[in-house]
C-alpha cells in the first residue's frame, strides 16, 4: 500500500510562483509513474502532468505546457510539481496520483493510477 501526501498548496497572485511537493511511502517508490491532477469547483478533474520511472519522459497538458515542471527524486521518494506564471485558471485542488506503468520509460495521464492523495488547494487571485 503506498500513501501519498500533498504540499506547497496555497494562495498566490497572478504570475506568481509555488511548488508542490509529494511525498510517498509504504511502497516502491521507483516501481510507479507518477501524475498531478486538479479539479476546479464544478469541474470535472484533468491530467496536468505525467512523469515516467526515471524521470525521463514527462508529458503535460497543453494549458500548463511551458509554465508547469514534474520531477522526480526516487532516492528521497518524492514527485513536485513547479509551477510559474500561475493564472487564475489554475484555481483547483491538487492530487498526486501514482501507477504501474504498462510500458516503464513513459507515462500517459489516461492509464490507470492505484493510489491517490487527498489533494491540496491552490488559489491562484487575479
Known amino acids: 500500500q503506498v500513501q501519498l501526501v500533498e504540499s506547497g498548496g496555497g494562495l498566490v497572485q497572478a504570475g506568481g510562483s509555488l511548488r508542490l511537493s509529494c511525498a510517498a511511502s509504504?511502497?516502491?517508490?521507483?516501481?510507479?509513474?507518477m501524475a498531478w491532477f486538479r479539479q476546479a469547483p464544478g469541474k470535472q478533474r484533468e491530467g496536468v502532468g505525467c512523469?515516467?520511472?526515471?524521470?525521463?519522459?514527462?508529458k503535460y497538458v497543453d494549458s500548463v505546457q511551458g509554465r508547469f515542471t514534474i520531477s522526480r527524486d526516487n532516492a528521497k521518494k518524492t514527485v513536485t510539481l513547479q509551477m510559474n506564471n500561475l493564472e487564475p485558471g489554475d484555481t483547483a485542488v491538487y492530487y498526486c496520483a501514482a501507477g504501474v506503468p504498462p510500458v516503464h520509460s513513459m507515462c500517459y495521464m489516461s492509464w490507470q493510477f492505484d493510489y491517490w492523495g487527498k489533494g491540496i488547494q491552490v488559489t491562484v487571485s487575479s
Open positions: 512523469i515516467s520511472l526515471n524521470g525521463r519522459q514527462t
Open positions: 509504504g511502497g516502491t517508490f521507483s516501481r510507479y509513474f
